[in-house]
């Protein structure tokens, strides 16, 4: 039996991951204590998975459930010709889509929705009605 061609790389948890070259991934992440996000940040969360398809993914299914997210996909080529590693593609996807639902919960914020937080971290920022601008917070 071959040996698989693997990428191994270091995670924030205590055992080293291994992600084989040219398998498909399947990917499940979370909101923070499990939220439910509203339908609206839950489009979101899609468009931004969507848009990683043909760029550092294929992507064959992505699962936007209320609290967590399913994808089944495989890592595209890097330009040196090596697969994108795991942690990249998902920051990429966790990192734009969670500006993007924590600017629109901001909005609703104000509306009378609570506000949720995401696993993955972003700058805070607040709209300015006034101004029609964003600015960040500490």
Same mark, same amino acid.
């Given at each position: 039996?071959?040996?698989?061609?693997?990428?191994?790389?270091?995670?924030?948890?205590?055992?080293?991951?291994?992600?084989?070259?040219?398998?498909?991934?399947?990917?499940?992440?979370?909101?923070?204590?499990?939220?439910?996000?509203?339908?609206?940040?839950?489009?979101?969360?899609?468009?931004?998975?969507?848009?990683?398809?043909? =760029? /550092?993914?294929?992507?064959?299914?992505?699962? &936007?459930?209320?609290?967590?997210?399913?994808?089944? #996909? +495989?890592?595209?080529?890097?330009?040196?010709?090596?697969?994108?590693?795991?942690?990249?593609?998902?920051?990429?996807?966790?990192?734009?889509?969670?500006?993007?639902?924590?600017?629109?919960?901001?909005?609703? =914020? /104000?509306?009378?929705?609570?506000?949720?937080? &995401?696993?993955?971290?972003?700058?805070?920022?607040? #709209? +300015?009605?006034?101004?029609?601008?964003?600015?960040?917070?500490?």
């Amino acid at each position: 039996m071959p040996f698989e061609r693997t990428t191994q790389f270091l995670s924030r948890r205590h055992l080293p991951h291994l992600q084989a070259v040219g398998k498909t991934l399947f990917v499940t992440y979370t909101t923070e204590k499990r939220r439910v996000l509203p339908s609206l940040a839950r489009d979101l969360a899609l468009v931004h998975c969507v848009a990683q398809h043909g =760029k /550092r993914i294929y992507l064959h299914v992505a699962v &936007i459930m209320p609290d967590h997210i399913h994808l089944l #996909f +495989d890592a595209l080529d890097d330009p040196s010709g090596n697969p994108y590693r795991l942690p990249e593609i998902m920051r990429q996807i966790k990192g734009s889509s969670s500006r993007a639902i924590n600017l629109i919960l901001a909005r609703q =914020k /104000r509306s009378g929705t609570t506000s949720l937080s &995401i696993t993955y971290s972003a700058p805070t920022k607040t #709209f +300015d009605p006034q101004r029609n601008t964003f600015f960040r917070t500490q």
